[in-house]
Nanobody, 114 residues
Framework: QVQLVESGGGLVQAGGSLRLSCTAS????????MGWYRQAPGRQRELVAHITNSGSTSYIAPVKGRFTISRDNAKATVYLQMNSLKPEDTAVYYCRTFWGREYWGLGTQVTVSS
């Protein structure tokens, strides 16, 4: 049974930082491409960043230079370090992977106040 569990969200002032974690089980984590997505109210879910099994990363333009995705294969965990947060980063953040089909976590709320 595949499970993805996100944590680390919360309320932070603009300019602040948060680190999200997503711990996976039921998949060969070190082989997985892992992605962080977000969905703001009234908007479609969007890919924020992803990291390949070799550690290559990519980001959407609005978060480049502010967010960093990383992984710890020994802990089966992917992280999203978010710095210089802006109110427009407010969203529910989800972890995703694919193993026969796509799997999602339940999400963690990030709220950035101005």
């Amino acid at each position: 049974q595949v499970q993805l569990v996100e944590s680390g969200g919360g309320l932070v002032q603009a300019g602040g930082s948060l680190r999200l974690s997503c711990t996976a089980s039921g998949v060969p984590f070190s082989a997985q491409i892992m992605g962080w997505y977000r969905q703001a109210p009234g908007r479609q879910r969007e890919l924020v960043a992803h990291i390949t099994n070799s550690g290559s990363t990519s980001y959407i333009a609005p978060v480049k230079g502010r967010f960093t995705i990383s992984r710890d294969n020994a802990k089966a965990t992917v992280y999203l370090q978010m710095n210089s947060l802006k109110p427009e980063d407010t969203a529910v953040y989800y972890c995703r992977t694919f193993w026969g089909r796509e799997y999602w976590g339940l999400g963690t709320q990030v709220t950035v106040s101005s």
